[in-house]
Protein backbone atom coordinates (compact mmCIF):
# COMPACT_ATOMS: atom_id res chain seq x y z
CA UNK A 1 0.00 0.00 0.00
CA UNK A 2 2.89 2.35 0.80
CA UNK A 3 4.25 1.15 -2.53
CA UNK A 4 1.54 2.43 -4.58
CA UNK A 5 0.55 5.91 -2.26
CA UNK A 6 4.74 6.56 -2.94
CA UNK A 7 4.66 5.87 -6.75
CA UNK A 8 1.58 7.70 -7.18
CA UNK A 9 3.36 10.85 -5.07
CA UNK A 10 6.15 10.65 -7.49
CA UNK A 11 4.19 10.74 -10.50
CA UNK A 12 1.97 13.73 -8.86
CA UNK A 13 5.44 15.40 -8.61
CA UNK A 14 6.13 14.66 -12.09
CA UNK A 15 3.67 16.33 -13.69
CA UNK A 16 4.27 19.18 -11.64
CA UNK A 17 4.09 22.00 -14.32
CA UNK A 18 7.62 23.51 -12.64
CA UNK A 19 9.25 20.16 -12.82
CA UNK A 20 8.04 19.89 -16.37
CA UNK A 21 9.30 23.37 -17.15
CA UNK A 22 11.82 23.49 -19.75
CA UNK A 23 13.72 25.91 -17.43
CA UNK A 24 14.19 23.69 -14.36
CA UNK A 25 15.35 21.28 -16.47
CA UNK A 26 17.72 22.70 -18.20
CA UNK A 27 19.10 24.18 -14.81
CA UNK A 28 18.88 20.36 -13.89
CA UNK A 29 21.21 19.27 -16.60
CA UNK A 30 23.77 22.23 -16.16
CA UNK A 31 23.88 21.37 -12.50
CA UNK A 32 24.16 17.36 -13.02
CA UNK A 33 27.10 18.43 -15.45
CA UNK A 34 28.64 20.77 -13.83
CA UNK A 35 28.19 19.68 -9.61
CA UNK A 36 29.07 16.19 -10.51
CA UNK A 37 32.52 15.94 -11.91
CA UNK A 38 33.05 18.91 -8.82
CA UNK A 39 32.34 16.16 -6.69
CA UNK A 40 33.71 13.33 -8.30
CA UNK A 41 37.15 15.38 -8.90
CA UNK A 42 37.50 15.85 -5.12
CA UNK A 43 37.30 12.35 -4.27
CA UNK A 44 39.99 11.24 -6.81
CA UNK A 45 41.99 13.83 -6.05
CA UNK A 46 42.13 13.51 -2.32
CA UNK A 47 42.20 9.79 -2.91
CA UNK A 48 45.38 9.98 -5.37
CA UNK A 49 47.49 12.57 -2.80
CA UNK A 50 46.63 9.84 -0.05
CA UNK A 51 47.93 6.81 -1.93
CA UNK A 52 50.86 8.63 -3.34
CA UNK A 53 51.98 9.72 0.00
CA UNK A 54 51.60 6.15 1.58
CA UNK A 55 53.72 5.32 -1.53
CA UNK A 56 56.52 7.52 -0.78
CA UNK A 57 56.40 7.30 3.12
CA UNK A 58 56.39 3.15 2.79
CA UNK A 59 59.38 3.47 0.48
CA UNK A 60 61.09 5.64 2.99
CA UNK A 61 60.39 3.17 5.45
CA UNK A 62 61.54 0.20 3.25
CA UNK A 63 65.16 1.96 3.08
CA UNK A 64 65.51 2.30 7.09
CA UNK A 65 64.09 -1.35 7.48
CA UNK A 66 67.12 -2.74 5.36
CA UNK A 67 69.83 -0.46 6.81
CA UNK A 68 68.18 -1.74 10.40
CA UNK A 69 68.03 -4.97 9.37
CA UNK A 70 71.62 -5.61 7.96
CA UNK A 71 73.26 -3.31 11.17
CA UNK A 72 71.19 -6.32 13.52
CA UNK A 73 72.42 -8.97 11.48
CA UNK A 74 76.23 -7.91 11.82
CA UNK A 75 75.85 -7.47 15.19
CA UNK A 76 74.62 -10.02 15.68
CA UNK A 77 71.93 -8.56 18.14
CA UNK A 78 69.94 -11.21 18.45
CA UNK A 79 72.55 -14.12 19.58
CA UNK A 80 73.92 -14.67 22.95
CA UNK A 81 76.89 -12.28 21.86
CA UNK A 82 75.33 -9.27 22.32
CA UNK A 83 77.06 -7.06 24.95
CA UNK A 84 75.27 -4.22 27.03
CA UNK A 85 77.84 -2.07 25.06
CA UNK A 86 75.77 -3.27 22.08
CA UNK A 87 72.72 -2.27 23.35
CA UNK A 88 73.39 1.69 24.12
CA UNK A 89 74.84 1.82 20.53
CA UNK A 90 71.52 -0.42 19.13
CA UNK A 91 69.15 2.32 21.55
CA UNK A 92 71.18 5.16 19.89
CA UNK A 93 70.90 4.25 16.41
CA UNK A 94 67.37 3.03 16.61
CA UNK A 95 66.11 6.91 18.51
CA UNK A 96 67.34 8.20 15.44
CA UNK A 97 64.84 6.78 13.42
CA UNK A 98 61.18 8.34 13.95
CA UNK A 99 59.58 4.93 14.23
CA UNK A 100 58.58 2.25 16.74
CA UNK A 101 60.63 -0.60 16.71
CA UNK A 102 59.86 -3.93 18.04
CA UNK A 103 62.58 -7.04 18.04
CA UNK A 104 61.28 -10.58 18.55
CA UNK A 105 63.23 -13.62 18.86
CA UNK A 106 62.64 -16.99 18.10
CA UNK A 107 60.66 -18.00 21.43
CA UNK A 108 58.67 -15.20 20.30
CA UNK A 109 59.93 -12.95 23.02
CA UNK A 110 60.27 -8.93 22.53
CA UNK A 111 63.79 -8.46 23.04
CA UNK A 112 63.80 -4.75 22.41
CA UNK A 113 60.57 -2.37 21.81
CA UNK A 114 61.27 1.74 21.68
CA UNK A 115 58.87 2.39 24.03
CA UNK A 116 59.54 -0.44 26.59
CA UNK A 117 55.65 -1.73 26.71
CA UNK A 118 56.34 -5.00 25.56
CA UNK A 119 59.76 -5.90 26.75
CA UNK A 120 60.14 -9.52 27.82
CA UNK A 121 56.81 -10.51 26.76
CA UNK A 122 55.22 -12.85 24.51
CA UNK A 123 54.17 -11.56 20.68
CA UNK A 124 52.24 -14.15 17.96
CA UNK A 125 50.49 -12.79 15.19
CA UNK A 126 50.20 -14.01 11.95
CA UNK A 127 52.58 -11.51 10.05
CA UNK A 128 55.05 -12.89 12.68
CA UNK A 129 54.52 -16.23 12.07
CA UNK A 130 54.47 -15.61 8.42
CA UNK A 131 57.95 -14.21 8.86
CA UNK A 132 59.55 -17.23 10.58
CA UNK A 133 58.28 -18.73 7.85
CA UNK A 134 60.50 -15.94 5.23
CA UNK A 135 57.34 -14.14 4.25
CA UNK A 136 58.47 -10.87 5.14
CA UNK A 137 55.25 -8.05 4.77
CA UNK A 138 54.02 -4.61 4.64
CA UNK A 139 50.70 -2.91 5.78
CA UNK A 140 48.76 0.10 5.88
CA UNK A 141 46.04 0.32 8.26
CA UNK A 142 44.01 3.22 7.10
CA UNK A 143 42.07 2.82 10.61
CA UNK A 144 44.99 2.95 12.74
CA UNK A 145 46.56 5.24 10.50
CA UNK A 146 49.73 2.86 10.78
CA UNK A 147 52.16 1.48 8.51
CA UNK A 148 53.51 -1.96 9.88
CA UNK A 149 57.31 -3.76 8.66
CA UNK A 150 57.67 -7.26 9.58
CA UNK A 151 61.12 -8.25 8.69
CA UNK A 152 63.36 -11.23 9.19
CA UNK A 153 66.52 -11.08 11.07
CA UNK A 154 69.27 -13.96 11.19
CA UNK A 155 72.71 -14.12 12.81
CA UNK A 156 74.23 -15.71 9.59
CA UNK A 157 74.74 -19.48 10.80
CA UNK A 158 71.33 -21.04 9.29
CA UNK A 159 70.13 -18.83 6.46
CA UNK A 160 66.99 -21.18 5.83
CA UNK A 161 65.46 -20.26 9.52
CA UNK A 162 65.20 -16.70 10.27
CA UNK A 163 66.48 -16.25 14.41
CA UNK A 164 63.82 -13.06 14.95
CA UNK A 165 61.88 -10.74 13.74
CA UNK A 166 61.74 -6.71 13.60
CA UNK A 167 58.24 -5.40 13.62
CA UNK A 168 58.47 -1.44 12.13
CA UNK A 169 55.53 0.55 13.18
CA UNK A 170 54.96 4.41 12.01
CA UNK A 171 52.52 6.34 12.47
CA UNK A 172 50.94 7.98 9.54
CA UNK A 173 48.70 10.91 11.52
CA UNK A 174 50.66 13.33 9.80
CA UNK A 175 49.35 12.08 6.73
CA UNK A 176 46.14 11.93 8.06
CA UNK A 177 46.25 15.45 8.91
CA UNK A 178 47.32 17.00 5.76
CA UNK A 179 44.82 14.96 3.80
CA UNK A 180 42.06 16.74 5.98
CA UNK A 181 43.39 20.11 5.23
CA UNK A 182 43.49 19.32 1.89
CA UNK A 183 39.78 18.29 2.36
CA UNK A 184 39.16 21.65 4.06
CA UNK A 185 40.25 23.74 1.02
CA UNK A 186 38.74 21.47 -1.36
CA UNK A 187 35.42 21.83 0.79
CA UNK A 188 35.68 25.44 0.28
CA UNK A 189 36.95 25.40 -3.71
CA UNK A 190 33.91 22.67 -4.04
CA UNK A 191 31.22 25.62 -2.35
CA UNK A 192 32.46 28.11 -4.70
CA UNK A 193 32.30 25.95 -7.67
CA UNK A 194 28.67 24.88 -6.51
CA UNK A 195 27.79 28.89 -6.18
CA UNK A 196 29.20 29.19 -9.56
CA UNK A 197 27.88 26.71 -11.30
CA UNK A 198 24.07 27.37 -9.89
CA UNK A 199 24.45 30.76 -10.92
CA UNK A 200 25.48 30.01 -14.36
CA UNK A 201 22.59 27.23 -15.02
CA UNK A 202 20.04 29.86 -13.40
CA UNK A 203 21.19 32.51 -15.85
CA UNK A 204 21.46 30.28 -18.87
CA UNK A 205 18.32 28.44 -17.86
CA UNK A 206 16.20 32.15 -17.96
CA UNK A 207 18.73 33.04 -20.96
CA UNK A 208 17.96 29.97 -23.27
CA UNK A 209 13.86 30.28 -22.64
CA UNK A 210 13.43 33.66 -23.20
CA UNK A 211 12.96 32.92 -26.90
CA UNK A 212 10.00 30.58 -26.53
CA UNK A 213 8.27 33.72 -23.89
CA UNK A 214 8.67 35.47 -27.09
CA UNK A 215 6.54 32.87 -28.94
CA UNK A 216 4.18 32.73 -25.85
CA UNK A 217 3.39 36.33 -26.21
CA UNK A 218 2.85 36.90 -29.65
CA UNK A 219 0.24 33.65 -29.61
CA UNK A 220 -1.00 35.33 -26.89
CA UNK A 221 -1.47 38.97 -29.30
CA UNK A 222 -2.81 36.92 -31.64
CA UNK A 223 -5.58 35.01 -29.60
CA UNK A 224 -6.39 38.59 -28.40
CA UNK A 225 -7.36 39.26 -32.46
CA UNK A 226 -3.92 41.40 -33.60
CA UNK A 227 -4.04 38.62 -36.69
CA UNK A 228 -1.68 40.32 -38.33
CA UNK A 229 0.88 39.83 -36.05
CA UNK A 230 3.60 37.53 -37.27
CA UNK A 231 5.94 35.21 -35.45
CA UNK A 232 9.33 35.68 -35.47
CA UNK A 233 11.71 34.39 -33.46
CA UNK A 234 15.40 33.46 -35.32
CA UNK A 235 17.15 32.51 -32.04
CA UNK A 236 17.77 29.14 -32.01
CA UNK A 237 17.12 26.89 -35.60
CA UNK A 238 14.12 24.97 -33.50
CA UNK A 239 12.49 28.39 -32.63
CA UNK A 240 12.58 29.45 -36.18
CA UNK A 241 11.78 26.57 -37.46
CA UNK A 242 8.41 26.87 -35.09
CA UNK A 243 7.80 30.37 -36.21
CA UNK A 244 7.73 29.23 -39.69
CA UNK A 245 5.15 26.61 -38.98
CA UNK A 246 3.03 28.59 -37.01
CA UNK A 247 3.07 31.54 -39.35
CA UNK A 248 2.39 29.00 -42.18
CA UNK A 249 -0.32 28.02 -40.23
CA UNK A 250 -1.64 31.35 -39.64
CA UNK A 251 -1.61 32.02 -43.09
CA UNK A 252 -3.95 28.83 -43.59
CA UNK A 253 -6.19 30.20 -41.03
CA UNK A 254 -6.55 33.73 -42.97
CA UNK A 255 -7.37 32.03 -45.76
CA UNK A 256 -9.81 29.50 -44.03
CA UNK A 257 -11.32 33.02 -42.75
CA UNK A 258 -10.99 35.04 -45.96
CA UNK A 259 -12.90 31.94 -47.66
CA UNK A 260 -15.56 31.55 -45.07
CA UNK A 261 -16.88 35.12 -45.42
CA UNK A 262 -16.51 34.55 -49.02
CA UNK A 263 -18.86 31.13 -48.80
CA UNK A 264 -21.41 33.44 -45.94
CA UNK A 265 -21.22 35.76 -48.92
CA UNK A 266 -21.74 33.20 -51.77
CA UNK A 267 -24.66 31.45 -50.07
CA UNK A 268 -26.20 35.10 -49.13
CA UNK A 269 -26.00 35.91 -52.61
CA UNK A 270 -27.11 32.26 -54.22
CA UNK A 271 -30.21 32.17 -51.93
CA UNK A 272 -30.88 35.73 -52.18
CA UNK A 273 -30.69 35.38 -56.39
CA UNK A 274 -33.78 32.92 -57.26
CA UNK A 275 -35.80 34.65 -54.53
CA UNK A 276 -35.36 38.61 -56.33
CA UNK A 277 -36.60 37.04 -59.25
CA UNK A 278 -39.50 35.55 -57.94
CA UNK A 279 -40.20 38.94 -56.32
CA UNK A 280 -39.72 40.51 -59.87
CA UNK A 281 -41.77 38.15 -61.69
CA UNK A 282 -44.83 37.98 -58.97
CA UNK A 283 -44.55 41.68 -59.35
CA UNK A 284 -45.02 41.98 -62.28
CA UNK A 285 -47.81 39.82 -62.61
CA UNK A 286 -49.69 41.75 -60.15
CA UNK A 287 -48.57 45.10 -61.72
CA UNK A 288 -50.69 44.29 -65.05
CA UNK A 289 -54.16 43.95 -65.18
CA UNK A 290 -56.55 41.49 -67.40
CA UNK A 291 -53.07 39.44 -67.68
CA UNK A 292 -53.44 36.60 -70.53
CA UNK A 293 -53.68 33.02 -69.09
CA UNK A 294 -50.49 32.54 -71.15
CA UNK A 295 -48.49 35.11 -69.80
CA UNK A 296 -49.19 33.83 -66.46
CA UNK A 297 -48.18 30.08 -66.95
CA UNK A 298 -45.11 31.53 -68.61
CA UNK A 299 -44.29 33.38 -65.53
CA UNK A 300 -45.68 30.98 -63.11
CA UNK A 301 -43.08 28.33 -65.13
CA UNK A 302 -40.21 31.03 -64.29
CA UNK A 303 -41.62 30.90 -60.86
CA UNK A 304 -41.22 27.38 -60.75
CA UNK A 305 -37.54 27.07 -61.77
CA UNK A 306 -35.92 29.51 -59.30
CA UNK A 307 -37.85 27.57 -56.51
CA UNK A 308 -36.21 24.40 -57.92
CA UNK A 309 -32.74 26.08 -58.11
CA UNK A 310 -32.91 27.64 -54.74
CA UNK A 311 -33.98 24.16 -53.73
CA UNK A 312 -31.11 22.76 -55.32
CA UNK A 313 -29.24 25.23 -53.66
CA UNK A 314 -30.01 24.69 -50.34
CA UNK A 315 -30.11 20.89 -50.89
CA UNK A 316 -26.10 20.80 -51.80
CA UNK A 317 -25.64 23.07 -48.58
CA UNK A 318 -26.91 20.55 -46.86
CA UNK A 319 -25.36 17.71 -47.92
CA UNK A 320 -21.97 19.81 -47.23
CA UNK A 321 -23.00 20.96 -44.08
CA UNK A 322 -24.07 17.02 -43.15
CA UNK A 323 -20.66 15.86 -44.88
CA UNK A 324 -18.46 18.26 -42.50
CA UNK A 325 -20.18 17.12 -39.66
CA UNK A 326 -19.96 13.56 -40.13
CA UNK A 327 -16.76 13.31 -41.96
CA UNK A 328 -15.92 9.92 -40.39
CA UNK A 329 -19.50 8.26 -40.85
CA UNK A 330 -19.17 6.41 -44.29
CA UNK A 331 -22.08 2.93 -44.66
CA UNK A 332 -18.98 1.21 -45.95
CA UNK A 333 -19.59 -2.02 -48.27
CA UNK A 334 -18.10 -4.05 -50.58
CA UNK A 335 -19.32 -2.76 -53.81
CA UNK A 336 -18.60 -3.96 -57.35
CA UNK A 337 -16.85 -0.71 -58.99
CA UNK A 338 -17.73 -1.63 -62.43
CA UNK A 339 -21.38 -1.83 -62.25
CA UNK A 340 -21.44 0.90 -60.11
CA UNK A 341 -20.42 3.09 -62.55
CA UNK A 342 -22.44 1.62 -65.34
CA UNK A 343 -25.60 2.48 -63.45
CA UNK A 344 -24.29 6.07 -63.02
CA UNK A 345 -23.34 6.52 -66.94
CA UNK A 346 -27.33 4.89 -67.37
CA UNK A 347 -28.72 7.50 -65.49
CA UNK A 348 -26.44 10.37 -67.25
CA UNK A 349 -26.23 9.23 -71.05
CA UNK A 350 -29.79 10.98 -71.40
CA UNK A 351 -28.16 14.34 -70.76
CA UNK A 352 -25.22 13.13 -73.07
CA UNK A 353 -27.58 12.13 -75.97
CA UNK A 354 -29.51 15.55 -75.92
CA UNK A 355 -26.18 17.51 -76.38
CA UNK A 356 -25.05 14.44 -78.69
CA UNK A 357 -22.19 13.58 -76.48
CA UNK A 358 -20.40 10.84 -76.74
CA UNK A 359 -20.19 8.64 -73.74
CA UNK A 360 -17.61 5.84 -72.99
CA UNK A 361 -17.06 3.94 -70.22
CA UNK A 362 -13.78 1.24 -70.93
CA UNK A 363 -12.83 -1.24 -67.48
CA UNK A 364 -9.83 -2.55 -67.83
CA UNK A 365 -10.36 -5.48 -64.67
CA UNK A 366 -13.21 -6.20 -62.19
CA UNK A 367 -12.85 -4.26 -59.02
CA UNK A 368 -14.22 -4.52 -55.92
CA UNK A 369 -14.06 -2.33 -53.13
CA UNK A 370 -14.94 -1.06 -49.75
CA UNK A 371 -16.83 2.18 -49.85
CA UNK A 372 -20.08 4.30 -49.28
CA UNK A 373 -22.31 3.55 -52.34
CA UNK A 374 -24.30 6.68 -52.03
CA UNK A 375 -21.30 9.34 -51.55
CA UNK A 376 -19.51 8.14 -53.73
CA UNK A 377 -22.43 8.29 -56.36
CA UNK A 378 -22.72 11.79 -55.76
CA UNK A 379 -18.93 12.23 -56.34
CA UNK A 380 -18.84 10.37 -59.57
CA UNK A 381 -22.13 11.53 -60.89
CA UNK A 382 -20.80 15.34 -60.36
CA UNK A 383 -17.82 14.86 -62.50
CA UNK A 384 -19.50 13.03 -65.13
CA UNK A 385 -22.58 15.96 -65.49
CA UNK A 386 -20.24 18.56 -64.99
CA UNK A 387 -18.27 17.10 -68.28
CA UNK A 388 -21.28 16.57 -69.96
CA UNK A 389 -22.64 20.11 -69.41
CA UNK A 390 -19.39 22.12 -69.87
CA UNK A 391 -18.67 20.21 -73.14
CA UNK A 392 -18.50 20.83 -76.43
CA UNK A 393 -21.84 20.09 -79.34
CA UNK A 394 -20.96 16.61 -80.68
CA UNK A 395 -18.05 16.35 -78.06
CA UNK A 396 -16.96 13.04 -76.14
CA UNK A 397 -16.44 12.22 -72.37
CA UNK A 398 -14.36 9.24 -71.48
CA UNK A 399 -14.60 7.09 -68.03
CA UNK A 400 -11.60 4.82 -67.74
CA UNK A 401 -11.74 2.50 -64.26
CA UNK A 402 -8.18 0.29 -63.52
CA UNK A 403 -6.45 -0.83 -60.06
CA UNK A 404 -3.82 -2.25 -58.60
CA UNK A 405 -3.07 -3.96 -55.26
CA UNK A 406 -3.89 -1.43 -53.31
CA UNK A 407 -6.02 1.35 -55.29
CA UNK A 408 -9.19 1.82 -57.69
CA UNK A 409 -8.51 4.70 -60.40
CA UNK A 410 -11.58 5.99 -62.40
CA UNK A 411 -10.41 9.22 -64.83
CA UNK A 412 -13.03 11.38 -66.31
CA UNK A 413 -11.90 12.96 -69.63
CA UNK A 414 -13.95 15.31 -71.96
CA UNK A 415 -13.15 17.47 -74.75
CA UNK A 416 -14.91 20.20 -73.29
CA UNK A 417 -13.71 23.81 -72.89
CA UNK A 418 -11.18 23.30 -70.18
CA UNK A 419 -10.16 25.20 -66.96
CA UNK A 420 -8.13 28.55 -67.21
CA UNK A 421 -4.48 27.44 -65.80
CA UNK A 422 -4.72 30.33 -63.31
CA UNK A 423 -8.73 28.81 -62.03
CA UNK A 424 -7.76 25.04 -61.66
CA UNK A 425 -6.43 25.62 -57.70
CA UNK A 426 -9.79 27.23 -57.19
CA UNK A 427 -12.42 25.04 -58.75
CA UNK A 428 -13.12 23.23 -55.74
CA UNK A 429 -14.22 26.27 -53.64
CA UNK A 430 -17.60 26.02 -52.64
CA UNK A 431 -19.64 28.30 -54.78
CA UNK A 432 -16.31 29.14 -57.42
CA UNK A 433 -17.07 29.57 -61.11
CA UNK A 434 -15.10 29.67 -63.90
CA UNK A 435 -17.25 30.66 -65.92
CA UNK A 436 -20.58 32.27 -63.79
CA UNK A 437 -22.57 32.99 -66.41
CA UNK A 438 -22.64 29.96 -68.24
CA UNK A 439 -22.89 28.04 -65.41
CA UNK A 440 -26.47 29.76 -64.45
CA UNK A 441 -26.90 28.76 -67.74
CA UNK A 442 -26.75 25.20 -66.89
CA UNK A 443 -28.21 25.63 -63.83
CA UNK A 444 -24.55 24.83 -61.51
CA UNK A 445 -24.52 26.30 -58.00
CA UNK A 446 -20.77 26.25 -57.71
CA UNK A 447 -21.00 23.17 -55.05
CA UNK A 448 -20.38 20.25 -56.86
CA UNK A 449 -16.56 19.98 -57.03
CA UNK A 450 -16.59 21.07 -53.30
CA UNK A 451 -18.65 17.75 -52.69
CA UNK A 452 -16.63 15.58 -54.59
CA UNK A 453 -13.17 16.52 -52.79
CA UNK A 454 -15.44 15.77 -49.45
CA UNK A 455 -16.77 12.59 -50.31
CA UNK A 456 -12.96 11.28 -51.78
CA UNK A 457 -11.60 12.44 -48.82
CA UNK A 458 -13.83 10.85 -46.61
CA UNK A 459 -12.48 7.55 -48.64
CA UNK A 460 -8.64 8.49 -47.85
CA UNK A 461 -8.38 9.01 -51.47
CA UNK A 462 -7.02 11.72 -53.91
CA UNK A 463 -8.77 13.60 -56.75
CA UNK A 464 -6.19 15.37 -59.38
CA UNK A 465 -7.16 17.83 -62.25
CA UNK A 466 -5.64 18.03 -65.85
CA UNK A 467 -6.89 21.03 -68.05
CA UNK A 468 -6.02 22.98 -70.71
CA UNK A 469 -8.01 25.74 -71.93
CA UNK A 470 -9.96 24.76 -75.48
CA UNK A 471 -8.70 21.32 -75.25
CA UNK A 472 -10.97 19.73 -72.40
CA UNK A 473 -10.36 18.84 -68.87
CA UNK A 474 -9.10 15.24 -67.23
CA UNK A 475 -10.19 14.27 -63.37
CA UNK A 476 -8.21 11.36 -61.87
CA UNK A 477 -9.49 9.85 -58.70
CA UNK A 478 -7.61 7.49 -56.54
CA UNK A 479 -9.37 5.66 -53.40
CA UNK A 480 -8.08 2.68 -51.62
CA UNK A 481 -9.34 -0.41 -52.30
CA UNK A 482 -9.97 -1.69 -48.27
CA UNK A 483 -11.50 1.56 -46.29
CA UNK A 484 -9.21 2.32 -43.78
CA UNK A 485 -10.56 3.52 -40.47
Known amino acids: MNKVILKEKLIKILKNKYIRSLRIRILIYILLIGIIPVLLFDIVLVRYYERTMIE ?4 QLTNQSKILKNFLNSENYLSDKATGRAN ?25 DTYNVYDNKLVVSSNVLKCFDGTDSSVYYEDGDIIEFTIGLD ?16 STADIRAAISRLQDVSRVLQSVLIIVVLSYGIYISFRMVRPFKKVENTIDMISNGFFDKELSIDDYTETKRISDAFNHMMDKINKLEESRQEFVSNVSH ?13 DSLLMQEDVPQELYREFLADIVDEINRESKI ?21 VNINDFIEIILKRLRPLAIGKNIELVFESFRPVIAEVDETKLTLAISNLVENAIKYNVLDGWVHISLNADHKYFYVKVADSGIGIPEEEQERVFERFY ?15 GLSI ?21 TTFTIRIPLNYIS
Do not use: C, W
Open 56 to 59: QRMA
Open 155 to 170: DGNDKTINDGVMVLTY
Open 270 to 282: ELKTPITSVKVLA
Open 433 to 447: RVDKTRSRETGGTGL
Open 314 to 334: INDLLTLVKMDKTKSELNVEK
Open 452 to 472: TKSVIQMHKGAIKLYSKEGEG
Open 88 to 112: IEFNQIFSLFDQRIILVDRNFRVVY
